[in-house]
């Protein structure tokens, strides 16, 4: 690669490492992007959900630290810290996957998000109960994805001063504070160790760096920065768990109750129900509790606990559910109800809680371009917020949809139609619930263009010209594999002095002999003129191709 001083023995390796990529794209190389694809994907979610596994773990030390800040003060302050800089380091880790692609793409950050992310309201787990906006990337859309040369030059650089060198220092900081919390003995556990060393095929040692980022394909940088997410959120995970432990909640005197609320998201989809947790914190499973809420109230007070609902408790839990049947912010009181086990006398303690209902929503994403062509098996990715995959059923108002073997959606549109709608429904607790509709245009495949020796127009050596052939059809810009052009028919005529010499109409796409002799017989600066050229595409069309006029040096 340019700007490296390599040895006798890299630029070999180098060597081979094309040659097995061309062999990959020959044979088995969409199959091991594909792969890639399907592995990013579920890091994507699994780290989504381990988030909200996290987010659920801070709820909890909080709930300890209100009930009792003095003594859980100490490691409340240090999990705070840990949460800091655990959120660091994973924008950073993301930031470096937005500038990647950039890279890779040759386009600004700005347009790499507005091309290849989509946007979507999630739990904001530096704020419990809030929601904020994030940018996912759609691997499956990014051209480049099996590219490595930009992505090798920004993770590793000329010098090994790229990126990645930057990356693997704050991860050891990272790794080092942790291990301050949990100890060196679970340094194993913990994992993100960027000091171990590696070995190649040739038994060479290489750097963490340079074993995971060099040469390594866009779409494998990004499943690899995905899956270090993964291990900080493990290691956030573990280091919370490790603090909170230290807490004896054995020791509690119930001086001071609160009541808590844990909702299984505070952001739900009309049709779906509402689902918390409501206890009393430090409780006692033998304590039996009763809850009284009221919807729509922030409080609760003598003139509307009439109305209240009821729940109660088992085990000392209590569980809530509404269902969500009007969009937008919505809000609930309560009380919880206790007996006092010293006094015997009925305790309450209010606590209120807010959440969102939000309509379906439905992202359908063209996987080539953003219209959909006639004739062609045109791929898209279907998917809504909230809402797995398997449970999505689509349909679609003029053509035909089916599912891929690698989970994405392909459409068949007819000819001669302008616009098409694209639903989708979701199956969720038995019911059919409507997540929304897009609206595509449909096109006709574009015409490709005729060549002969790659050209079009301008000068040829006779010898070059006779030694290509034939006309080829070519699509320009069509990110389609595998459609293509017959030429049908075309004519050749020239010019000798002021006589016209014809072939007629020629069949097919190959220099019969009185193209050849024509050729063979042509001076220099006589020109050539194909004309007529018909091609007929996959799709039955007869497309009229543009002439082709060359001249002789």
């Known amino acids: 690669m340019a700007g490296y001083k390599e040895t006798p023995r890299q630029k070999m390796i180098g060597m081979l490492y094309l040659v097995l990529t061309a062999l990959l794209a020959l044979n088995v190389s969409k199959d091991i992007l594909d792969a890639f694809l399907?592995?990013?994907?579920?890091?994507?979610?699994?780290?989504?959900?381990?988030?909200?596994?996290?987010?659920?773990?801070?709820?909890?030390?909080?709930?300890?630290?209100?009930?009792?800040?003095?003594?859980?003060?100490?490691?409340?302050?240090?999990?705070?810290?840990?949460?800091?800089?655990?959120?660091?380091?994973?924008?950073?880790?993301?930031?470096?996957?937005?500038?990647?692609v950039a890279r890779s793409e040759r386009k600004t950050r700005e347009e790499v998000l507005e091309l290849y992310y989509v946007k979507a309201q999630i739990p904001d787990y530096m704020n419990l109960g809030q929601m904020r906006e994030k940018a996912f990337l759609q691997l499956a859309t990014?051209?480049?994805?099996?590219?490595?040369?930009?992505?090798?030059?920004?993770?590793?650089?000329?010098?090994?001063?790229?990126?990645?060198?930057?990356?693997?220092?704050?991860?050891?900081?990272?790794?080092?504070?942790?291990?301050?919390?949990?100890?060196?003995?679970?340094?194993?556990?913990?994992?993100?160790?960027?000091?171990?060393?590696?070995?190649?095929?040739?038994?060479?040692?290489?750097?963490?760096m340079y074993y995971n980022f060099y040469h390594t394909i866009l779409a494998a940088n990004v499943t690899l920065l995905?899956?270090?997410?993964?291990?900080?959120?493990?290691?956030e995970f573990d280091a919370i768990n490790h603090l909170y432990d230290n807490i004896t909640e054995k020791d509690y005197k119930f001086d001071k109750l609160s009541a808590e609320v844990i909702p299984s998201s505070t952001y739900i989809l009309k049709g779906q129900n509402y689902e918390a947790t409501v206890l009393l914190a430090a409780y006692d499973s033998k304590t039996q509790s009763e809850v009284k809420i009221v919807r729509g109230a922030s409080s609760i007070?003598?003139?509307?606990?009439?109305?209240?609902?009821?729940?109660?408790s088992e085990n000392g839990v209590v569980k809530l559910s509404f269902p969500g049947q009007t969009e937008g912010?919505?809000?609930?009181?309560?009380?919880?109800?206790?007996?006092?086990?010293?006094?015997?006398?009925?305790?309450?303690?209010?606590?209120s809680k807010d959440y969102i209902v939000a309509p379906p929503s439905l992202t359908v994403a063209p996987l080539k371009m953003n219209i959909l062509y006639s004739g062609l098996k045109n791929p898209i990715s279907i998917s809504a917020p909230g809402i797995p995959n398997e449970q999505i059923i689509p349909s679609i108002s003029k053509g035909k949809i089916t599912r891929a073997a690698n989970g994405t959606w392909e459409v068949e549109v007819p000819n001669g139609e302008r616009t098409t709608v694209i639903s989708a429904v979701a199956s969720v607790e038995g019911k059919s619930l409507p997540l929304g509709s897009n609206e595509f245009r449909i096109k006709r495949v574009p015409?490709?263009?005729?060549?002969?020796?790659?050209?079009?127009?301008?000068?040829?050596?006779k010898n070059r010209l006779l030694a290509s052939r034939a006309i080829i059809p070519e699509m320009v810009d069509f990110d389609f594999e595998g459609f293509h052009f017959e030429i049908i028919s075309y004519e050749l005529s020239t010019y000798r002095g002021t006589e016209l010499q014809r072939t007629g109409t020629v069949r097919g796409n190959v220099f019969t002999d009185a193209v050849t002799n024509l050729i063979k017989n042509a001076s220099r600066g006589q020109r050539l003129y194909f004309e007529r050229i018909q091609a007929k595409g996959p799709d039955g069309t007869m497309r009229t191709l543009n002439p082709i006029n060359l001249e002789i040096n």
Not at 226 to 234: A, D, H, L, R, V
């Open 329 to 351: 912010p919505q809000r609930y009181a309560g009380v919880i109800e206790v007996r006092d086990p010293s006094t015997q006398e009925i305790k309450r303690y209010q606590f």
């Open 38 to 100: 399907v592995v990013n994907e579920g890091m994507v979610s699994t780290n989504e959900r381990f988030a909200n596994k996290v987010a659920t773990e801070y709820a909890r030390f909080e709930s300890q630290y209100n009930l009792n800040p003095a003594k859980v003060e100490e490691y409340w302050k240090k999990a705070q810290e840990v949460r800091t800089k655990s959120q660091d380091l994973i924008r950073y880790v993301e930031d470096i996957q937005l500038e990647v």
């Open 226 to 235: 995905n899956k270090i997410i993964t291990e900080i959120q493990s290691a």
């Open 301 to 312: 007070n003598d003139g509307n606990i009439g109305g209240a609902q009821i729940f109660r």
């Open 142 to 208: 990014v051209p480049s994805r099996d590219k490595y040369d930009e992505s090798t030059n920004y993770m590793i650089g000329p010098n090994k001063n790229g990126e990645a060198y930057v990356l693997a220092k704050k991860i050891e900081e990272y790794r080092l504070f942790i291990l301050s919390i949990v100890g060196e003995q679970n340094a194993r556990k913990i994992g993100l160790n960027t000091q171990e060393k590696y070995k190649d095929a040739s038994e060479t040692t290489q750097d963490w």
């Open 447 to 461: 015409d490709p263009i005729a060549k002969i020796a790659d050209l079009t127009d301008g000068t040829i050596d």
